[in-house]
């Protein structure tokens, strides 16, 4: 990769995956159908939009180590790393967990669609059945164990947390391996701790069969190992043709022969997603990398919030859920709803943002 357009893609990821929670949320009510061709499509979109971030997290977390080893005399400050790594994700999820508070709040004093349940009469499918708290749930979010531990699970109104616990531990990994390789002469005790904490967590969650982790993680990888590589020059790009040709031959033979490959968050669909990201990075680092993107300016204004709105949106769409009254409308009505709605929810987010993502604003 190449961290001129990387901001790009932050903001467009985020993009997508606001988009596919809306149609999600707002629209699967009156039109849902289990074999939907373009509730499959919206699916893979979202899905890879989340696998783009973990990569682009990657990247940047490699990156970051680096130059904390540069900074530091060619030794990592562990304790700097932590810091700056807490100082970015904190304030965000803690507005995300204020946000849901609140809106839990609104849905249930003025008895809002949800405030007893979500299913109407019409419904076909709804994201979640009723609006509440999980006080239980919103103390184990911040411990960073659910979806890490078995039976724990995420905030109900804000789903999309599960990928941001993932990327904590990946952190700790990369930060760990990173300890280990290169501040090799440190003491025993704290080469020992780091070599204790990577096999704790990755053997756990080899016991506990956890594959969306395992494979994510991955993909996390791929990501630090792009920085690696773009940062030793060690490649050519012709080379990196003949691999994401070959690459692309084997996903159009899973497209015609096997496409239920290609179903995110299945046994198979993880292993085609980790070919898919290795073609993400190659074809970025080959083609897109120092190209002037379409919309660039508008989606690299969205990358400054593109956190907030990632962790934040998912409980402002359930606020919005109004398919009550939208049956009466027609598509025209339900489309200008649907874009208003998103529009208050970005320019929320960004505002946000001033807030909770400050250093994006220096």
């Known amino acids: 990769m190449y961290e001129e357009n990387l901001n790009y893609f932050r903001g467009f990821f985020a993009t997508l995956v606001v988009f596919a929670h809306t149609y999600q949320m707002l629209l699967l009510p009156l039109f849902y159908g289990e074999t939907s061709f373009v509730l499959s499509i919206i699916q893979f979109i979202a899905a890879y939009s989340v696998v783009g971030f973990i990569l682009i997290s990657g990247y940047s977390i490699a990156s970051s180590l680096h130059l904390n080893y540069l900074k530091n005399n060619k030794k990592i400050d562990i304790g700097e790393f932590a810091r700056k790594r807490i100082n970015r994700i904190m304030p965000p999820f803690l507005l995300s967990v204020l946000v849901v508070i609140l809106v839990v709040f609104c849905i249930q004093y003025f008895s809002l669609n949800g405030s007893e349940t979500y299913w109407l009469p019409e419904s076909k499918y709804v994201a979640r059945d009723q609006a509440r708290y999980d006080w239980e749930l919103i103390f184990y ?81 791929i990501g630090a190992m792009s920085y690696c590589i773009r940062y030793s020059k060690k490649y050519n790009i012709y080379t990196l043709k003949k691999i994401l040709f ?5 996903l159009f033979g899973l497209l015609v022969f096997k496409i239920h490959y ?26 897109l990398s120092k190209t002037n993107l379409f919309l660039k300016d508008f989606f690299y204004t969205i990358s400054k919030y593109s956190y907030t709105l990632y962790v934040i949106h998912f409980p402002l769409l359930l606020l919005s859920l109004f398919h009550e009254t939208i049956y009466e409308l027609n598509i025209l009505w339900i489309l200008f709803l649907l874009i208003s709605g998103n529009f208050l929810i970005f320019k929320f987010s960004k505002y946000c943002s001033f807030v909770v993502e400050r250093k994006n604003y220096r």
């Open 246 to 250: 070959i690459i692309l031959i084997f």
């Open 262 to 287: 290609f179903k995110p968050y299945t046994g198979s669909g993880y292993r085609t997603m980790i070919v898919i990201s290795l073609a993400m990075v190659l074809f970025y680092s080959i083609y």
């Open 141 to 221: 979010n911040f411990l960073f164990l659910n979806g890490f531990i078995p039976g724990i699970n995420n905030i109900t109104m804000n789903g999309p947390l599960w990928s941001l616990i993932f990327e904590v531990y990946f952190y700790v990994l990369l930060a760990t391996i990173s300890l280990f390789l290169i501040n090799y002469n440190i003491n025993s005790s704290k080469r020992n701790i780091s070599i204790v904490i990577f096999a704790v967590i990755v053997c756990f969650q080899l016991y506990v069969h956890n594959k969306q982790f395992l494979y994510l993680m991955i993909v996390f990888f």
